[in-house]
């Protein structure tokens, strides 16, 4: 008799683990909450909508001095004498503000460079 009472408190303090019962019930249809937070992301891909500083380059393709406009391709050739129409590259775009004097900007891609006007 004293075993089967040893056996049965053993059964129950097993079938009674703390943590495992179910405290609540889920109501079918309703679904939690997720409230959505929307962030700024940077589009890093797209140089072109990027700022960058822009320098003069002379006729061997190399940047003099230092950068001479800030902002996107579209807002600077707004505001300076080359309309991007030549094969001859005028302006330089980097997104260092102190490129070295005499970088070569010969292979910028189109979203980098603005050619001279013909």
Known sequence: MVLNYLFTGLIAALLSVP??????VATVGEEPVVKEIKTEQADLGVQSLASLYWYNVDANGKT???????GTKDQVLQMQGCNDQS???CLFGSDN??????TDATGADDDHRINKTP
């Open 19 to 24: 943590g495992t019962g179910q405290k609540e």
């Open 64 to 70: 003099t001095g230092g950068h001479a406009h800030t």
């Open 87 to 89: 094969a001859e590259i």
């Open 97 to 102: 503000p102190s490129l070295p004097n005499g």
